[in-house]
């Protein structure tokens, strides 16, 4: 069965500090990963896709992952935050043709 | 067009209530999802359609009736809801993969509450 685990429910980092948002995955098939963004009161917003290809994968805002298949890892990571990156970032995990699991989340907030 | 649109906005209801949520999409997806969020929790998959068929079933309660009148549209029927239903009713929609899923566009979501 497919699983994600994401590590630290809240991460809190200065601006223009480096976001790293930590996602640990479990299939039993080779995955396809995403991550989703949240902002308050808003729908999710897909950050990125890892497919097949490319382990470095470029999103949006200036979000970048790494599928790393020996680590099953898939981390996010920004180099330089800013106040509106603050947000619940979820990482998921694909579970059949018409399915994702999500992980539990990480709230990002963003130090002045 | 990659807009998910969701009514109400807010929704409040009597547990003796009939109601309904709207979604709608115009990107030719032909996958088409209803989520259950708390807050501080993930989205919860309730029902896939998949060609305007219900292919997914997440053992919802039957007071939850979803409906998929054409490839565009998605409704949510309620019926006779509980206090701990109160929570974000987020639509999604997708490309239909064949093994793999396509990414899902979401909508901004229904803040249901039931008194």
């Known amino acids: 069965a497919q699983s994600v685990t994401q590590l630290g429910s809240h991460v809190s980092v200065s601006e223009g500090a480096l976001v790293l948002l930590r996602c640990n995955y479990s299939s039993s098939v080779p995955p396809y990963l995403f991550w989703y963004v949240q902002y308050p009161n808003q729908g999710l917003q897909l950050l990125l896709k890892?497919?097949?290809?490319?382990?470095l994968v470029k999103g949006i805002n200036g979000f970048e992952a790494e599928f790393k298949k020996s680590e099953t890892s898939f981390h996010l990571t920004k180099p330089s935050a800013h106040m509106s990156d603050a947000a619940e970032y979820f990482c998921?995990?694909?579970?059949?043709?018409?399915?994702?699991?999500f992980g539990s989340g990480t709230r990002l907030s963003i130090r002045p | 067009d990659t807009e998910v649109t969701q009514t109400p906005k807010h929704l409040v209801m009597g547990m003796t209530n009939k109601k309904s949520l709207k979604c709608e999409q115009h990107m030719g997806h032909r996958a088409m999802y209803w989520y259950k969020q708390k807050a501080k929790k993930p989205p919860e998959l309730m029902f896939v359609?998949?060609?305007?068929?219900?292919?997914i079933n997440e053992s919802v309660p039957s007071r939850f009736s979803p409906e998929c009148p054409n490839s565009s549209l998605l409704n949510l029927h309620l019926h006779a809801l509980q206090p701990e239903d109160s929570a974000l009713y987020l639509c999604?929609?997708?490309?239909?993969?064949?093994?793999?899923?396509?990414?899902?566009?979401f909508g901004p979501g229904t803040r249901l509450t039931v008194t």
């Open positions: 890892y497919t097949t290809g490319a382990t």
């Open positions: 998921a995990v694909s579970a059949g043709a018409s399915k994702i699991i």
């Open positions: 999604a929609s997708s490309h239909q993969g064949l093994a793999v899923p396509y990414e899902q566009y």
């Open positions: 359609y998949s060609y305007e068929k219900l292919s």
